[in-house]
């Protein structure tokens, strides 16, 4: 584990904060760095055809011992979400966790709270990763890509291990929705593949959500206040009726959990003359995105009818698609991977994601790719964590994995 940790350690340090409103790939610089430092790496410890791409994203070949085993792929992302800084990270190691709360040093009002975290009583006595309480982390999802370079390390220095060909893959801009963007799954040339990006330990996460945005243009009327009766619309006015509207009680994500499908305002910006609101569509079911749209029309017409000088436009955008309904293209992927899990010691967790991953995304142009558990925590926040001994196990899976498809054909 020591590796491992090393690795990890060394790669949270990278700041690779991801930036939404760009158009620029990788968003960030730092994203750069880190690819170039692990190329580096994976050439040291014998990974073959190496490179990192004009966008940064960085792939190698572990190379097979068994003929004609089919070649499967292992994902990670090296960037880190903006909803937290990722600048200078200074991480904090907790060795024999004595169950209790933890109060970040760097600042005291940052409190991982036992009650408030799902699974941490259950850490008692392993080794916790966390930050000053500064910063997020960055286990979201270095603790992924450190899993894939141990696990490769360790097949590459025990040859007796049998194995098929592995792709190794680092991608950029996961955290703001653009993650596969420039993956070429030709190139990649896999019977499937499997993102190292889940929280806690033997899970197997199969299903997400299937997701589209929504951005509501509301355009009202400005005019001098002082001379504004009855003339001017404003904006920010209706933009607030806009979101009272919603049906929030029983379709949003502070209200539901579970299967529960939502629609989340998550931004809003402009003025007088206009506002701008960006909505996420969510639902398990695919058909049903059409139909929480079709709720934004109904609010936007009520307004309308009541504001007639205004003007709302509704444009829904494609955002992902539930994984579950392409793995079949490859059943093989979700079997081997419970297999694996089995075979390391634990009893599986299927879950469903209540969001989305890279792994959505690939499964969609072809390339079957669940999620696996790899140690993560409270991600996306300063009260971010990582389970060290959670991580190992995530390494166990992959060597385990690697030789259930050696022996496939």
């Known amino acids: 584990m020591k590796e491992l940790l090393d690795r990890f350690l060394r790669y949270v340090k990278v700041e690779t904060t991801a930036v939404?409103?760009?158009?620029?790939?990788?968003?960030?610089?730092?994203?750069?760095?880190?690819?170039?430092?692990?190329?580096?790496?994976?050439?040291?410890?014998?990974?073959?055809?190496?490179?990192?791409?004009?966008?940064?994203?960085?792939?190698?070949?572990?190379?097979g011992n068994v003929k004609k085993a089919p070649t499967i792929a292992w994902l990670a992302h090296m960037d880190t979400s903006p909803d937290a800084s990722g600048k200078n990270i200074k991480p904090i190691i907790h060795k024999k966790y004595n169950g209790k709360d933890i109060v970040l040093p760097g600042d005291k009002t940052k409190?991982?709270?036992?009650?408030?975290?799902?699974?941490?009583?259950?850490?008692?006595?392993?080794?916790?990763?966390?930050?000053?309480?500064?910063?997020?982390?960055?286990?979201?999802?270095?603790?992924?890509?450190?899993?894939?370079?141990?696990?490769?390390?360790?097949?590459?220095?025990?040859?007796?291990?049998?194995?098929?060909?592995?792709?190794?893959?680092?991608?950029?801009?996961e955290e703001v929705g653009r993650g596969t963007d420039k993956v070429d799954i030709k190139k990649i040339n896999a019977a499937c593949a499997y993102t190292l990006d889940g929280e806690g330990e033997a899970g197997l996460e199969n299903e997400t959500f299937s997701a589209d945005m929504a951005t509501i243009t509301i355009t009202g009327v400005n005019i001098h206040p002082g001379f504004a009766k009855g003339r001017m619309v404003n904006a920010i006015r209706l933009a607030g009726l806009f979101l009272s509207r919603l049906p929030w009680h029983q379709l949003a994500p502070e209200t539901t959990a579970g299967r529960d499908g939502f629609l989340h305002p998550y931004m809003i910006e402009g003025g007088v003359?206009?506002?701008?609101?960006?909505?996420?569509?969510?639902?398990?079911?695919?058909?049903?995105?059409?139909?929480?749209?079709?709720?934004?029309?109904?609010?936007?017409?009520?307004?309308?009818?009541?504001?007639?000088?205004?003007?709302?436009?509704?444009?829904?955008?494609?955002?992902?698609?539930?994984?579950?309904?392409?793995?079949?293209?490859?059943p093989r992927a979700v079997d081997l991977a419970a297999k694996a899990i089995k075979a390391a010691g634990f009893e599986p967790k299927f879950e469903s994601i209540r969001g989305g991953t890279d792994g959505a995304r690939l499964s969609e142009v072809g390339l079957p790719t669940p999620n696996l558990s790899v140690g993560m925590?409270?991600?996306?926040?300063?009260?971010?964590?990582?389970c060290l001994e959670q991580m190992q196990s995530s390494v166990n899976v992959l060597i385990e994995l690697a030789k259930l498809w050696g022996k496939e054909k």
Not at 28 to 54: C, H, N, R, T, Y
Not at 120 to 139: F, N, S, Y
Not at 313 to 325: D, G, S
């Open 111 to 173: 409190v991982i709270e036992v009650d408030e975290t799902e699974g941490m009583a259950d850490l008692k006595g392993k080794t916790l990763i966390t930050t000053d309480g500064t910063t997020l982390l960055g286990a979201d999802d270095k603790a992924g890509v450190a899993a894939i370079m141990t696990a490769a390390a360790h097949l590459l220095a025990n040859p007796r291990i049998k194995h098929g060909p592995i792709r190794l893959l680092f991608t950029c801009d």
């Open 377 to 386: 925590h409270n991600f996306h926040s300063p009260l971010e964590f990582a």
């Open 273 to 330: 003359p206009e506002v701008t609101i960006r909505i996420l569509l969510r639902s398990f079911v695919t058909g049903e995105l059409k139909e929480e749209a079709k709720i934004l029309k109904t609010v936007a017409a009520s307004i309308l009818a009541d504001f007639p000088k205004a003007k709302i436009n509704i444009k829904v955008a494609k955002q992902y698609r539930n994984m579950i309904e392409h793995l079949d293209k490859e």
């Open 20 to 63: 939404e409103d760009t158009t620029e790939y990788p968003s960030s610089p730092g994203q750069f760095e880190l690819g170039k430092i692990l190329a580096e790496e994976m050439e040291e410890m014998g990974i073959e055809d190496v490179e990192v791409g004009k966008y940064g994203i960085v792939m190698g070949t572990l190379p």
